[in-house]
């Protein structure tokens, strides 16, 4: 999901209502209200973006468009 604080950027919430927010998001998982697959790894990572959790995506598919 795009999120629209600052100068904007993309997140995934998860089904349990996690919120993760990759350091390299992939093109094509930029559509709001896509459903996808992912598998990252936590990075540490300092940012001005104070929403959830830095990650980096290792491998991703995409389930729904």
Do not use: C
Request: aromatic letters at 10%; glycine letters at 10%; zero cysteines.
């Amino acid at each position: 999901m795009y999120q629209n604080l600052g100068t904007g950027f993309w997140g995934i919430v998860d089904k349990q209502g996690n919120e993760w927010r990759p350091t390299n998001m992939p093109e094509q998982l930029k559509h709001e209200g896509s459903e996808v697959s992912v598998v990252a790894k936590e990075v540490d990572e300092v940012s001005v973006f104070m929403w959830g959790t830095a990650v980096e995506i290792v491998s991703f598919q995409t389930i729904t468009p």
